[in-house]
């Protein structure tokens, strides 16, 4: 990954860009289990289918400087995109909560750091470090990350205790009342009256490229919405492709990031499905619960 003139780096792939698939990639899909009890919506009649060093930090800690910070990188995409505005007038629709789903099945992730509600307790296989990737991906990919408490938060739960600290004094950097103001957010991170901010990832699936006892190499192929929906955004809600490489590691009986790296793609050709208003995208927001995911 090569940063840019700004510092976060290139911007993300889009919707109809090339999407030519890397040797060895596999299609595998990661699993997304359903609460119990609950149908599946697509019922019984689906048709089934066929490093150096620099500003004094080690290359470690600067690889998963990096890491995280590409995870700006949309958001400073639209940022600088100008023009444009959604559709719907009105965005005091439908404000049921999301809520977060859980996994079932046989030996499902019960855990859940109490800070953060980020799935933990991952199993000590390679399974399980592709679930933790995946989980640790959304979580890096949120809103959450946009403020202060919460991103410290998520950073420590999810990071190896000595690769969490530096991390902290950079992005603490990285999202400054400028990033925000450019983001088209208030300097304090929040959203202007009457328009949603959506920052979402969601992992379409994962692939160990390196795996031993005690660490670990994942990659996580996402998909990700960032924007800001609401009458006469500026900046309104996109779709992102990239991929995020973690490098894992075994500690307290977790597995934990030691280093991360981002890079664009694939992204798959756009379809012809129209684009959503602002009512639409902020009720479905608010509305539609992530998931935890497992391998």
């Known amino acids: 990954m090569s940063l840019g003139d700004d510092g976060y780096g290139q911007e993300p792939g889009r919707p109809g860009g090339d999407y030519d698939e890397p040797a060895g990639f596999d299609r595998h899909l990661t699993r997304t289990r359903l609460p119990e009890g609950e149908a599946d919506p697509y019922g019984p009649n689906r048709r089934p289918r066929g490093g150096g060093r620099g500003g004094g930090l080690s290359s470690r800690h600067l690889i998963t400087v990096v890491g995280v910070v590409?995870?700006?990188i949309a958001?400073?995409?639209f940022a600088n995109r100008g023009g444009g505005s959604s559709s719907d007038s009105d965005t005091s629709g439908g404000k049921a909560?999301?809520?977060?789903?859980?996994p079932t099945g046989v030996k499902p992730v019960t855990g859940k750091d109490g800070a953060t509600g980020i799935a933990s307790g991952f199993a000590h296989t390679e399974q399980?470090?592709?679930?933790?990737a995946s989980n640790y991906a959304v979580a890096l990919g949120g809103d959450g990350m946009f403020k202060t408490d919460t991103r410290h938060a998520i950073v420590d739960s999810v990071h190896t205790p000595d690769a969490a600290p530096a991390l902290q004094t950079a992005l603490d950097k990285a999202y400054s009342a400028d990033f925000f103001k450019n983001v088209g957010l208030n300097t304090d991170g929040s959203a202007p009256k009457g328009l949603t901010f959506v920052s979402r990832t969601v992992p379409v699936g994962t692939k160990a490229t390196a795996y031993s006892d005690d660490e670990a190499t994942v990659a996580v192929w996402c998909?990700?919405?960032v924007g800001l929906a609401g009458q006469g955004s500026t900046k309104p809600v996109t779709q992102t492709w990239f991929t995020m490489t973690q490098k894992l590691r075994w500690v307290g009986n977790d597995w934990k990031i030691a280093s991360s790296d981002q890079k664009q793609g694939p992204a798959p050709v756009s379809g012809d499905v129209p684009a959503a208003g602002a009512e639409e995208i902020t009720n479905a927001v608010n509305g539609y619960g992530g998931f935890t995911y497992a391998r």
């Open 97 to 102: 909560s999301a809520q977060p789903t859980a």
């Open 128 to 132: 399980g470090a592709q679930s933790a």
């Open 75 to 77: 958001a400073i995409a």
């Open 70 to 72: 590409v995870l700006l």
């Open 223 to 225: 998909t990700g919405l």
